[in-house]
């Protein structure tokens, strides 16, 4: 018996903005007779999203071609046949919210398979879903579930959702996926028309996905500027068979990155050709498509309506006024912001609660993008900055104990500070992070885990060991960081976040996290030696599903003629083609990615391994796709990564097409005190200069 109420139910329901239907304890066989089914007519399938134990929520799109709204019937059955229909209602679809409709399904018992459908006004059903509710809270069992990010439907293909769907299908009962966690970055708001790019994209041939009916040309891509242009480019993404039907398998819990707003995006300001712009009305589409196409238990601001999102009216004013905090307080961003709040939690059994945060919206503006910052980079050394300037950027004026210097050194110049007389570097804002820590503290979960769509993991590199005459010497102190935009260079706040882990005694504390197109797993840290090292929790960062990663930029853009090449790609004597050696430089270091272009041999390149450089990490692989699942029980925690070959085509086979590699970190659940470790295995395939 649930315990809440069916009046709650149906408040909490509308809260969320979605029909509530309540299951009785009658069974009934459905009246709908199966050959009515017409996915035609629902084009963009079915979807479930944000299990709890005794309810999900349910999803589907049924457009009609004249009037403005029409009714729809959901049925809820314990079978895929619908003999055992527990639960039905109506609830209404609407032009305004582009005929998607929400579905609240109530009173059902937890850790439970269930199946639903919707059936229009003549009689014609969409397919059958599948999902399930989450375990109870004191359901002992481990938890399973899979992380994801980054699908790019424009240039790549969703061969790494049929795997999914092919090994779960197989998998026996209690080693089936119970969630599916989407970090962000489901659809990518900047479209290439094929004319666009007739060379296509690195490897990628450009599709004819979407054609925006508004939309602005920036560059040689095409981006949205009215929620009728987002809502198309969500529809197009779900016309993808491999998506569709995930979606239609899996109860999803889903989070915006950047590009469900805008690629360098930030509050509701939108960055192109290096100009910042208000764009309060496009943050404010952004997220009404997102409510309508995603099903979550996010909160509009307009208020409890099944199926409307009700905009509220903004215009595009310049922001120029940021509290203590970074905050634009200019009054129509602030309610841009707040159309849709996003960060939430959730509880899976004994051992799993998901804290999910919104790396986007509350940010403040990251330093190493400002015009300012370029000064501190040079062609010499790809990607790198000094660290001590990526920490005095992050601090601001709270460096060196509230005394930033006034210029940063780098090799013979002295760069002005620009950050000197600024806050620090926040990305979660003042609002989100005390809600987050408040969370951390008080979670009775075994495993605290951080649904951060973002990064959080160092990348540095030390370029002060490169043999003299190589190139130039390192302008900077000591080692090199990657400019990230993430918990990676948001030294402060990450800081204040593991310390207070940490003073807490919380254990068990799990990040994961999408965004960088890689696959890492590695400790929580707030420093690297010189400093400290004192883990206080396991870090992973998934794969993306099909967006194209670092190597493969930088196959098509490195040149073939720089100094240190091998540091990134490396072409050792007898290799026909070059070798990823940025796994290695971020892992090992650079005597580790000279060695290897000599010898061509990893393991002789690892003997060379800077032990200093990155003991936070345990596996690194800046061109890898796929998903990431996870097992979370008593004792451990165990991620596993599923990593395919590039998604360029769409694989013809029912498995989603070959594996190139299946590797397992595993961390034994430690006591107050202790330090996390992290086992690896490798069990199929060879992840090579990733290890
Ligand atoms: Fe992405």
Redesign the pocket.
């Known amino acids: 018996m649930s315990q809440v109420t069916r009046r709650d139910f149906i408040a909490a329901a509308a809260a969320l903005g979605a029909t509530p239907v309540w299951a009785g304890t009658k069974r009934a066989r459905s009246q709908v007779p199966p050959s009515n089914e017409r996915r035609d007519l629902y084009p963009e399938g079915v979807a479930s999203g944000d299990p709890q134990p005794d309810s999900v929520l349910l999803w589907t799109r049924r457009p009609f071609d004249t009037g403005t709204d029409s009714r729809l019937i959901v049925e809820i059955a314990e079978d895929d046949a619908f003999k055992q229909v527990i639960a039905s209602t109506s609830a209404t679809v609407s032009a305004a919210a582009d005929w998607t409709c929400r579905v609240l399904a109530g009173n059902l018992k937890p850790a439970t398979v269930y199946w639903y459908r919707f059936t229009d006004d003549t009689g014609f059903t969409s397919r059958v879903g599948r999902t399930l509710t989450a375990p109870a809270p004191d359901d002992p069992r481990p938890v399973k579930f899979a992380f994801i990010?980054?699908q790019n439907a424009n240039d790549g293909a969703q061969n790494a959702y049929r795997r999914m769907i092919f090994e779960d299908e197989r998998a026996p009962e209690a080693d089936r996926l119970g969630f599916v966690l989407h970090l962000g970055?489901f659809i990518y708001e900047i479209v290439w028309y094929p004319e666009d790019r007739p060379q296509g994209m690195y490897d990628r041939r450009i599709r004819d996905l979407v054609r925006y009916a508004h939309g602005e040309k920036v560059e040689d891509f095409h981006i949205p500027t009215t929620v009728d242009d987002y809502r198309a480019v969500y529809r197009a993404y779900l016309h993808d068979p491999d998506l569709q039907d995930a979606r239609a398998r899996f109860p999803f819990v889903p989070m915006w990155?950047n590009?469900e707003f805008s690629w360098q995006g930030w509050q509701s300001l939108q960055v192109f050709d290096g100009t910042t712009r208000p764009q309060q009305t496009r943050k404010v589409a952004a997220m009404q498509a997102w409510f309508e196409f995603q099903p979550a238990r996010v909160r509009k601001a307009s208020g409890p309506g099944l199926d409307r999102f009700d905009p509220p009216k903004v215009v595009n004013a310049p922001i120029v006024k940021f509290d203590a905090q970074g905050l634009g307080q200019e009054p129509n961003n602030l309610t841009a912001l707040g159309s849709l709040t996003g960060y939430r939690a959730m509880r899976w059994g004994r051992h799993v609660e998901l804290i999910i945060t919104d790396q986007r919206s509350y940010r403040s503006e990251d330093p190493t993008t400002r015009a300012e910052a370029q000064d501190l980079t040079t062609k010499d050394f790809p990607e790198m900055l000094p660290q001590e300037a990526l920490e005095i950027l992050d601090a601001g004026r709270l460096y060196n104990g509230r005394k930033p210097p006034d210029t940063i050194p780098f090799g013979d110049k002295e760069i002005p500070n620009f950050r000197k007389n600024e806050p620090p570097q926040t990305i979660l804002g003042a609002t989100q992070k005390a809600w987050f820590l408040n969370r951390l503290k008080t979670s009775t979960a075994t495993w605290k885990v951080w649904g951060n769509t973002t990064g959080t993991l160092d990348h540095r590199v030390d370029p002060k060991n490169l043999p003299p005459g190589l190139t130039k010497p390192w302008p900077g102190a000591g080692f090199a960081g990657f400019s990230s935009g993430d918990h990676g260079n948001a030294y402060i706040e990450r800081a204040e976040i593991y310390s207070f882990v940490r003073g807490e005694g919380i254990t068990g504390f799990a990040t994961i996290a999408g965004?960088r197109?890689s696959f890492w797993a590695g400790l929580a840290a707030e420093t690297l030696p010189p400093k400290a090292f004192e883990p206080v929790g396991v870090a992973y960062i998934v794969g993306?599903i099909s967006?194209p990663g670092m190597v493969e930029a930088l196959e098509h853009k490195f040149p073939k003629d720089h100094p240190l090449r091998a540091l990134y790609l490396a072409q050792p004597p007898g290799a026909t083609k070059p070798r990823p050696t940025i796994n290695m430089l971020l892992r090992h270091g650079v005597r580790s990615c000279l060695e290897y272009q000599k010898s061509g041999d990893a393991d002789r390149a690892r003997i060379l391994s800077n032990k200093d450089l990155a003991p936070h990490l345990a596996f690194l692989d800046m061109g890898g796709h796929g998903y990431a699942t996870v097992r979370a029980s008593a004792d451990a925690w165990e991620c596993e990564f599923v990593c395919i070959p590039r998604p360029i085509e769409r694989s013809t086979r029912h498995d989603g097409g070959p594996l190139l590699y299946r590797v397992v970190h595993r961390t034994p659940l430690w006591e107050k005190g202790e330090r996390p470790e992290i086992e690896q295995r490798v069990v199929e395939g060879n992840p090579a200069l990733s290890l």
């Open positions: 990010s980054c970055d990155d590009h965004d197109h993306s967006a």
